[in-house]
């Protein structure tokens, strides 16, 4: 049972674009929504993080906007870079003890 | 968040050998977790690492072919014992501490 759902698989977005990529989730236990970014041969490295108490989170082109009801959550990558090129993870997690399911990934291409 | 130091960053093996992964935390932790990452796969949670009692194994994971210790509250190791071409992947450690932290990994390929 895939617990948390991300799509697309892969994402070709022209520079200056926004990149798009979305996550639904089933357990309603959790309470943690966080965004990787990872580069070949490197570990993954967090880019932003949201709990549901919020429905939206910032930081500089980066934003997830978090649908408690729906049960998803996205991540918005504004004015895309080809440095922004590499795979993106959503997971989820019920508390800081417990493991972080992620979802299947997204290729991102930023073509310039 | 803590800073993970792992090692080995890769390795090569041959088949039916083993090789144990070592990951050292800069800070207490009470959960330690272990993944693995095929290639161009999503993480896949190996087990749990609680210190002081036996880790906990996700289905198709068993505690033989992945043996982990966890002596204290900085440090795990993995074992991939008895390996074969199919455990080629990326390893990955993590902690909890103010958010996830993961190491570098470890990319080992079995010939």
């Known amino acids: 049972q895939q617990q948390v759902k991300q799509s697309p698989q892969s994402l070709i977005v022209q520079k200056g674009g926004i990149s798009i990529i979305n996550c639904a989730y089933e357990?309603?236990?959790?309470?943690?929504f966080p965004w990787y970014q990872q580069f070949p041969g490197k570990g993954p490295a967090l880019l932003i993080a949201?709990?549901?108490?919020?429905s939206e989170k910032k930081e500089g082109r980066f934003t997830i906007s978090f649908n408690k009801s729906a049960k998803q959550f996205s991540l918005h990558i504004m004015d895309s870079q080809p440095g922004d090129s590499a795979t993106y993870f959503c997971?989820?997690?019920?508390?800081?003890?417990?493991?972080?399911?992620f979802g299947k990934g997204t290729r991102l291409s930023v073509i310039a | 968040s803590a800073v993970i130091s792992q090692k080995p960053s890769r390795d090569i093996c041959q088949r039916g050998t083993s090789l144990t992964i070592q990951c050292q935390v800069d800070?207490?932790?009470?959960?330690m977790f272990w993944y693995r990452q095929q290639p161009g796969q999503s993480l896949t949670l190996i087990a749990t690492?609680?210190?002081?009692?036996?880790?906990?194994?996700e289905s198709g994971f068993v505690i033989d072919k992945f043996p982990i210790s966890r002596p204290n509250l900085t440090f795990s190791t993995l074992t991939v014992s008895n390996m074969s071409p199919e455990d080629s992947s990326i390893y990955l450690c993590?902690?909890?501490?103010?958010?996830?932290?993961f190491g570098s990994g470890t990319r080992l390929t079995v010939v």
């Open positions: 993590s902690a909890y501490l103010d958010g996830y932290t």
């Open positions: 357990n309603t236990a959790f309470d943690y």
């Open positions: 949201i709990r549901p108490d919020v």
């Open positions: 997971a989820a997690s019920m508390s800081g003890n417990t493991p972080l399911v």
């Open positions: 800070s207490q932790v009470t959960m």
């Open positions: 690492a609680n210190q002081g009692s036996e880790a906990t194994y």
